[in-house]
C-alpha cells in the first residue's frame, strides 16, 4: 500500500475516534500511534497522517459548512459518521492542499467509503466532493 493512501486510513480512524470521544487532535494522533507502536510504522506516514488530522480540525467549520452547501437533501448530522469524516479529509485536502491533485483526493476517499464504509457511500461521498472542486474552481 502506497505512503499516503495508508497515511490517509490512518487520519480517517483518528477522526471518527474524535468525531466519537471528543479528544483534540494532539491526544488522539498520540493515542492512535501508541497503540500502534509496534508495527514500525514509517516516519512520513505518521507524518503526513498528523497533516491531515490537523488540517481537518484547523479547518473544520469551513469544511463541515461545504459539505452541508453540497449534501442537498441531507442534514449534516445525519450523514453517518465514517462518511463525515471521509468527506471532511477529503474536502481538506480540494480546499487546502494545493500539492495534491484534485482527483486524487476525489478518488482516496471514494476508496476509503468502499473500504470502510460501502458502494453507495462512494458515490455519495463523489458527488459531494465533486461539487467542492468544481465550486473551487470558479
Do not use: C
Not at 21 to 41: C, G, M, P, V, Y
Not at 66 to 85: E, G, M, P
Not at 125 to 137: Q, R
Amino acid at each position: 500500500m502506497r505512503k499516503r493512501t495508508l497515511a490517509r486510513g490512518f487520519a480517517l480512524q483518528i477522526l471518527y475516534q474524535i468525531d466519537i470521544t471528543r479528544d483534540t487532535a494532539e491526544l488522539a494522533i498520540n493515542k492512535f500511534f501508541q497503540a500502534q507502536s509496534q508495527d514500525n510504522i514509517d516516519a512520513e506516514v505518521s507524518r503526513f497522517t498528523a497533516e491531515l488530522v490537523k488540517g481537518v480540525t484547523d479547518n473544520l467549520e469551513i469544511i463541515d459548512e461545504k459539505i452541508t452547501q453540497h449534501a442537498l437533501n441531507w442534514q449534516f448530522k445525519r450523514i453517518a459518521v465514517v462518511d463525515r469524516n471521509i468527506l471532511r479529509l477529503g474536502g481538506y485536502e480540494l480546499l487546502f492542499r494545493e500539492d495534491i491533485p484534485p482527483k486524487v483526493s476525489i478518488n482516496e476517499a471514494v476508496e476509503l467509503a468502499k473500504k470502510y464504509s460501502g458502494l453507495e457511500a462512494g458515490k455519495f461521498v463523489n458527488g459531494i466532493l465533486d461539487k467542492i472542486k468544481l465550486e473551487k474552481k470558479r
